[in-house]
């Protein structure tokens, strides 16, 4: 496994060798103020260890993966249901967390309903430190969108008036199945269900190529105007981008007016959360935990609700305008699950129809 080594030149002009704490992270979570702070921790503690943000940013499960299996990360920002994906690949990347280390003392401000969730568990052992969640939301620029003309039920989307002006996320195609179902009125986790039930029949005819489902989620793909990676872009022919939250803050600096829709039937909601690789020890395993305990605390907390438009996992913030108007808002039958091996290969074989189909119905719109 590769370590990352940084030279420094101390006062007597010898070198010496400051080793790597690599944060593998999605973009905007970790600011280049977060790591003069925390590596000042760190120095003030006698820890000759660093942290530094690698690249690429996480993308999506697969991607994320990927790059802890190859031993390229040491701390990472796993959205929880990631942890017990697929026969529970990733589990076996991370060590459980010492939530009673001393270098953790902002756990226990953490909120009790986050903090004992069986996705991020085995039995008594917690593999994940919340840090901070949100929903997969749509936002509409209410510059060029009136209050009249926002969409109410997700089945809006698939109206001809907003074709080729809404983006969806590409890499994490579950979100876009989700809605699709729930637009159907059903769960946007039914695919687990029937896999749960051992339904194979009604998984067949799900499968099918002239399935309601494939066929609405062949639109879907079919009049996106837009399909994003790591996070949305925005340009003036989109009046409605899918995302996780983040980046709208930073648009909205820019003086645009980007608005939460709120569909009647609810959003999907996520957590994501601070983890240990399972190779983490000693000395770098400490300044991991002091690593965590500075991104739960006051200060980036606050950061998470005022910048990135998230919900806080911490009781220190000043606020936290999501839980406070919806309470129960990771305690409901959105908030995504892990999906097993089955289940997500039943995803990507319905992603893969719908994106062949979505692309011969452009070439057949392009020609007309």
């Known amino acids: 496994m590769a370590i990352g080594l940084i030279f420094c030149l101390c006062s007597t002009g010898e070198l010496w060798a400051k080793e790597s704490l690599r944060i593998f992270t999605w973009d905007g979570y970790v600011t280049k103020q977060d790591l003069t702070q925390v590596n000042k921790l760190l120095s003030e503690q006698n820890y000759d ?22 031993g390229k990360a040491d701390v ?7 942890i017990k994906m697929q026969h529970q690949r990733m589990l076996h990347l991370l060590q459980p967390i010492n939530t009673q280390s001393p270098r953790l003392s902002n756990y226990q401000a ?20 919340p840090w901070g969640g949100g929903a997969y939301g749509f936002y ?31 890499s994490q195609e579950w979100y876009n199945i989700g809605i699709t179902l729930m637009s159907m009125g059903k769960s946007p986790f039914y695919i687990n269900e029937l896999v749960r039930k051992h339904q194979h029949a009604r998984l067949i005819e799900l499968k099918a190529e002239n399935s309601d489902l494939i066929t609405k989620l062949t639109r879907l793909y079919a009049n996106a105007g837009h399909l994003w990676h790591s996070g949305p872009v925005f340009h003036e022919n989109l009046h409605i981008v899918s995302s996780w939250g983040p980046e709208i803050m930073r648009e909205n600096t820019k003086g645009n007016n980007w608005q939460l829709i709120q569909f009647k039937e609810g959003s999907m909601v996520w957590l994501d959360t601070i983890n240990f690789v399972h190779s983490l020890k000693g000395k770098k395993l400490e300044a991991a935990e002091i690593f965590a305990n500075y991104f739960i605390g006051k200060q980036v907390q606050n950061r ?31 908030f995504v ?26 070439k057949a719109t392009s020609q007309d």
């Open 49 to 70: 260890i660093e942290a530094k943000v690698i690249t690429p940013f996480a993308d999506d499960a697969d991607q994320m993966f990927n790059v802890i299996r190859a």
């Open 76 to 82: 990472t920002f796993l959205t929880l249901f990631f």
């Open 110 to 129: 953490l909120e009790p309903s986050l903090t004992d969730i069986p996705m991020g568990m085995v039995e008594n052992k917690k593999f994940y430190i």
């Open 140 to 170: 509409v620029n209410r510059n060029q969108v009136e209050k009249q003309d926002i969409p109410v039920s997700l089945n809006d989307l698939w109206l001809p008036k907003w074709q080729g002006r809404v983006s969806y996320n590409l």
């Open 304 to 334: 998470i609700v005022t910048s990135l438009s998230m919900v806080a996992a911490s009781s220190l913030v000043e606020s936290n305008p999501i839980i406070d108007n919806n309470p129960t808002f990771f305690q409901n039958d959105l």
């Open 337 to 362: 699950p892990p999906y097993d091996t089955v289940s997500g290969n039943i995803v990507t074989t319905l992603t893969e129809r719908a994106l062949a189909g979505a692309k011969i119905m452009q």
